[in-house]
């Protein structure tokens, strides 16, 4: 004990301190400490636990070291000079400056180094650990990079007396569980042992998961804001739609039940699914009863079903839609009806009045700017119905709009990532000018419109003005700055207007049938080089080429260099970021392909023709590209922090922008209607 201690004074210096050794071994450590504190007074005192004092682990001599010590602030540290004490001083130094309740060392942010745990599977354990412990406790470990550490300082003041230490990461209970708001971390060297072994094991290793599960079911659950209470209520119920969607697919497609009664009988099931989450994680506690929360909850649902049912006709037999997709569609349907009922007649929470909502939402189209890029969207599929319709009959049936699937997702994913403005940009702006840009685009979309020829060439030419008509509507509802901003999530959709050459469509069929036919091997079969087939009770069910996303993922490359172009511009970063992204994209689309035959394989024909004859594979293929478009766009740009996003005024520019809108779409309808709801009916 000698080294720590005089590496402690050496740091210290004469900063007032004492050094409290927490002793739970029966060999002759209490006498090391003895003989290392010798002439220093009660500078250094020792506490030591006999058997059967020793409760909790290393965790609970953390805890006893804490209520014995006498400073304001603790600092927790081993014995084996893994944590150097050289670096106190600079933990001292970040506690006393700021308004922290706590001081973390951490190996994992800045200059610290993690080179002391001895070996890569030690560091592996705790790196992965350390994101296990975030997963759980994602909002109180939001400013800790390493939660795992046993370095740290904290003021006695903030910590819980009635913790319960269960092993060796007291640090973890003590900020779940104490009243620790403000954490400030200090990078430091993680060292080699010096002497001892270490208490990691696979028994602490149990220990701390079984701790961490408990930690996480003992936290109050409850959420206190609206929003917060709205988010965990719809939570709940996507988990409800999943037993609601499981049981509907058992029963219609296993036990032959109609779809209707298999809906009645699935939904009573979520219902007690819902309540059972929402009444003990969601909602406030209230006096009622449970049977009479049960009773009103099971009653409430009941009566909305009749619409729940309707919506579901609509879709099925309406428009033609698959009855499970639909089914979660008429959940969505019914969402908000059922929030403020359960919130207010069954738990008495009260919620804003339809003409305060009413208001909110006119203060909301008005001022904010997400809601004005949606608003720009919605008046740009009124000003071109025939064209939104049809782009949607497509992307259900995979037909020649389809590769548009995968531009307008990356579109959404840049405009996410890169709508808040950055800090360089000047904060100047001009409404002539956008009147005189946005006047310039919405005649060129006029012009493309009434200019555009019959024939195979006219969707390109609409496509075109559609482009045009939503630049003009972007610059009009957030300015010219914002416009010229989201430049590229307004092109991207023009990524579509090419058709592959069959050359490289017969390359894209290639590499996904070889992919797919390497990974389903162990259940699928080889018919020849563009197609594979499983067999499902004698059943030959195939996947030829055409079902591939092929097309979109040739989509999916281009916007992934333009998206990554507009990131990174033309730097290194972005031909291995590029890289990684277009190596994932074809991974998933190889598993995609993969996982449709065993679909197959387990389910029969009709879940098979849902994951192939529809977009399915082409949406997974979008939201994974837009998955690292929206990283790629977060990752360089720089918000403007403590200043809101420019808003023009923009009641006469939505007035005229629908002016537009209806004399567009009234153009452009009559000619392709027809056919187009046709398609959308399913009456081809």
Not at 236 to 264: D, F, K, R
Not at 474 to 488: C, D
Request: proline residues 6%.
């Amino acid at each position: 004990m000698a080294p720590i201690v005089g590496r402690l004074d050496a740091a210290l210096g004469d900063v007032p301190a004492e050094c409290i050794f927490v002793d739970d071994s029966d060999d002759d450590t209490p006498d090391a400490v003895r003989a290392a504190g010798a002439g220093r007074g009660d500078r250094v005192r020792l506490l030591h636990r006999p058997a059967g004092q020793r409760d909790g682990g290393l965790g609970g001599a953390v805890v006893a070291g804490i209520a014995a010590a006498r400073a304001p602030w603790v600092i927790v540290m081993d014995g084996d000079l893994q944590h150097p004490p050289e670096a106190v001083p600079a933990i001292i130094e970040a506690a006393e400056t700021g308004d922290a309740d706590a001081v973390v060392a951490t190996r994992y942010h800045g200059s610290g180094d993690a080179g002391g745990l001895g070996g890569p599977v030690r560091r592996l354990v705790s790196r992965m650990s350390g994101h296990l412990a975030r997963l759980a406790f994602p909002r109180r470990l939001r400013q800790i990079t390493d939660p795992m550490s046993g370095f740290f300082a904290v003021r006695r003041a903030a910590v819980d007396p009635q913790l319960r230490p269960d092993g060796f990461k007291i640090l973890l209970e003590i900020i779940v569980r104490s009243r620790i708001e403000r954490i400030v971390e200090v990078p430091y060297d993680f060292q080699p042992r010096l002497a001892g072994a270490s208490k990691a094991s696979v028994r602490e290793g149990v220990r701390f998961a079984r701790h961490l599960a408990g930690l996480r079911l003992r936290m109050p659950t409850r959420p206190s804001s609206r929003l917060a209470r709205m988010a965990s209520f719809a939570a709940a119920g996507a988990s409800g739609m999943v037993v609601n969607s499981a049981l509907l697919w058992l029963l219609a497609a296993w036990l032959a039940v109609p779809y209707l009664a298999a809906a009645i009988l699935s939904t009573q099931a979520a219902v007690l699914w819902n309540f059972a989450l929402i009444d003990r994680l969601v909602m406030p506690d209230v006096e009622r009863g449970f049977a009479r929360r049960l009773g009103r909850f099971w009653l409430l649902n009941n009566a909305l079903l009749p619409v729940h049912l309707a919506v579901l006709a609509v879709l099925v037999q309406g428009l033609r839609l698959h009855y499970l997709p639909a089914n979660v569609a008429a959940i969505v349907v019914v969402f908000v009806v059922r929030y403020v009922a359960v919130s207010r007649w069954i738990y008495g929470v009260r919620n804003r009045t339809g003409v305060e909502a009413l208001g909110r939402l006119v203060v909301a189209v008005r001022r904010s700017v997400r809601t004005r890029v949606v608003l720009a969207c919605l008046l740009t599929a009124a000003a071109f119905p025939a064209t939104a319709a049809q782009v949607w009959a497509d992307l259900r049936s995979r037909g020649p709009d389809v590769p548009l699937f995968v531009p307008l997702a990356v579109a959404a994913a840049l405009l996410a990532g890169r709508l808040r403005p950055p800090a360089a940009e000047p904060d100047v702006h001009d409404r002539q000018v956008d009147g005189l840009i946005a006047t310039g685009l919405l005649v060129s979309a006029a012009a493309l419109t009434g200019l555009a020829p019959d024939g195979a060439t006219a969707p390109t030419w609409l496509l075109l003005a559609a482009v045009a008509y939503l630049a003009a509507a972007v610059v009009l509802l957030l300015g010219t700055r914002a416009a010229f901003r989201l430049r590229s999530a307004l092109l991207l959709p023009l990524v579509a207007a090419g058709t592959p050459t069959p050359a490289m469509q017969h390359a894209g069929h290639w590499v996904l049938v070889n992919g797919a036919a390497l990974v389903s091997a162990p259940f699928a079969d080889r018919l020849d080089e563009a197609s594979l087939s499983v067999r499902y009770a004698g059943q030959q069910l195939v996947l030829p080429a055409s079902a591939t996303p092929a097309v979109a993922l040739l989509s999916a490359v281009l916007s992934l260099l333009l998206a990554g172009l507009c990131c990174f511009g033309m730097t290194r970063r972005l031909l291995t970021r590029a890289l990684v992204a277009v190596a994932a994209v074809i991974a998933t689309a190889i598993i995609g392909l993969a996982c449709a035959l065993l679909v197959g394989r387990l389910f029969g024909p009709d879940a098979f023709r849902a994951v192939t004859v529809t977009g399915a594979l082409d949406a997974v293929l979008a939201a994974t590209i837009a998955v690292f478009v929206w990283r790629w766009s977060r990752t360089v740009a720089t918000p403007q922090a403590g200043k809101r996003h420019y808003v023009p005024r923009g009641r006469l520019a939505v007035a005229a922008l629908a002016l537009i809108a209806v004399g567009l779409g009234g153009f452009t309808l009559p000619a392709s209607a027809p056919p187009v709801v046709g398609s959308i009916l399913g009456r081809r």
